[in-house]
């Protein structure tokens, strides 16, 4: 539309100064001409000013898109790698349980022989195997032994059992331990695709922002480029009307010189008559006046005439004008809310929490938040003002070591954050199956960055 406008408006101005009034004189005629030029003039520092607004919203953008494109480069390079994390986790749990199936196996194992030896025992050493042993005559010390080698047998079976019984539980523990991790890196890994999609939905706009600027700016080019050619143009009409009118002028002065040089000499012909008029009147009277003798000398009473001149002094007028000019000045306050607290009391805020559920993008403590919405707002709860996304997490406050890590301080990885509760454990959203939750291993995948706000 703007493009069709522009057309438009140039097209008046190219006809305005191809077109003049055939009646007009050449002063008219300039006056237009040097009218038209000052509009074509303005038109093109319009297209001038809007070209460099453009360039400057293009170069903006430009540098959007550069940030956004290095955000996306680190973005899919924690999806890689937490896709290699799931994966390697996957392999420790079909490892583990190859091990509980071990356990299993030689549980079975284990169970048939100790049936074997309870039906033996019970064969051997019942209440009729313990009187057939006093019946059959044997003295006191083979019942003795065979009574503690019994004993012997029952205490093997519950110790076996025993360990049987805690090496299941430490392979369930751990397998359950592996799940849980797996399901957080998988929760991460959503996050981070899903904050790769919209990074690329983001980069998809921009750069077709910038393309529709790179457009306008090559019609406005196109159309100064036009307006120039008017300029020239306009310019050339105005030397071409200049010269006519300089012409006309030297032709009027040179008819005027003309015309004043014939009147310069009628006027010397006619005083030239009158002089030749008056000297044959004079030598006519001086002969009748010798003829005569007696001469009458009649005296001529010259009469004069006056000429009056009158002039007009003009009366200027003068105009008075009011130049005023306004400006408003604005200012904007920029206020980020900061607080102070301990990292216990963050800790102890943060743990009121667990159960409630895990949303992706969420910032609700109660109804769902994800893992850097669940940090957002803890801390927001004390005053301080965080960034809702886990890459940005990791500059906020100071670094610290995992080993100087305090309660409070927040512990990022690839695509999740949580926040540290002391004793190697961590408080976090953790995924859609388990919530807010608490985990006893905060090193259970690579930690990037171990950030002190408090």
């Known amino acids: 539309m703007r493009k069709k406008f522009l057309a438009l408006s140039l097209a008046v101005i190219v006809s305005a100064a191809q077109v003049m009034t055939v009646s007009a004189s050449r002063q008219e005629q300039l006056q237009q001409q040097r009218a038209a030029q000052a509009e074509t003039s303005a038109q093109l520092d319009n297209a001038k000013a809007e070209i460099d607004d453009l360039e ?12 956004l494109d290095a955000q996306l ?39 048939e022989q100790m049936k074997k030896r309870i039906k033996f025992l019970y064969e051997s050493g019942g209440d009729n195997g313990w009187a057939a042993l006093i019946l059959e005559g044997k003295d006191l010390s083979s019942i003795l032994n065979q009574a503690e080698y019994t004993q012997k047998l029952y205490k093997y079976d519950r110790e076996c059992l025993q360990e049987y019984m805690d090496l299941v539980q430490q392979v369930t523990d751990y397998s359950n331990q592996l799940a849980d991790e797996k399901a957080d890196l998988e929760a991460s890994e959503a996050e981070q695709e899903a904050q790769q999609q919209s990074l690329e939905e983001m980069l998809e706009q921009k750069k077709a922002v910038s393309d529709d600027y790179e457009n306008q700016i090559a019609d406005l080019n196109d159309m100064a480029a036009q307006y120039n050619a008017v300029l020239a143009e306009q310019n050339a009409k105005i030397q071409q009307i ?23 000499q009628a006027a010397e012909a006619a005083e030239a008559a009158r002089q030749a008029e008056a000297a044959r009147q004079a030598e006519a009277e001086a002969a ?42 604005s200012s904007s306050d920029d206020s980020s809310s900061t607080g102070s607290a301990t990292g216990s009391a963050i800790v102890s805020y943060a743990t009121q929490f667990i159960g409630n559920p895990y949303v992706w993008g969420g910032t609700s403590l109660t109804n769902g938040a994800d893992c850097s919405g669940f940090i957002m707002s803890v801390y927001a709860h004390f005053g301080y003002s965080l960034p809702h996304s886990s890459s940005a997490l990791r500059s906020v406050g100071r670094g610290v070591s995992y080993a100087e890590a ?44 171990v950030r002190r706000v408090v």
């Open 406 to 449: 305090q309660p409070g301080d927040i512990i990022c990885y690839s695509g999740h954050v949580a926040i540290y509760i002391g004793g190697g454990a961590i408080v976090h959203a953790s995924n859609e199956r388990d919530g807010i939750k608490i985990s006893s291993n905060a090193a259970y995948t690579t930690i990037l960055a």
């Open 73 to 111: 480069v680190v973005t899919m390079a924690s999806v890689e790698n937490l896709k290699n994390e799931i994966a390697e986790k996957q392999t420790e749990i079909e490892d583990t349980q190859k091990k509980l199936s071990g356990a299993q196996a030689e549980e079975d194992e284990q169970y």
């Open 288 to 329: 009748a006046s010798s003829a005569a003798n007696n001469t009458t000398t009649a005296g001529n009473t010259p009469s004069s005439t006056g000429s009056s001149t009158t002039t007009t002094t003009p009366s200027n007028g003068g105009s008075s004008y009011d130049d005023s000019s306004s400006s408003d000045t």
């Open 56 to 67: 400057t919203k293009k170069n903006q953008i430009t540098g959007e898109i550069d940030d």
């Open 242 to 264: 200049q010269e006519e009118i300089a012409a006309e002028e030297a032709a009027k002065a040179a008819e005027e010189a003309r015309k004043a040089e014939e009147a310069r």
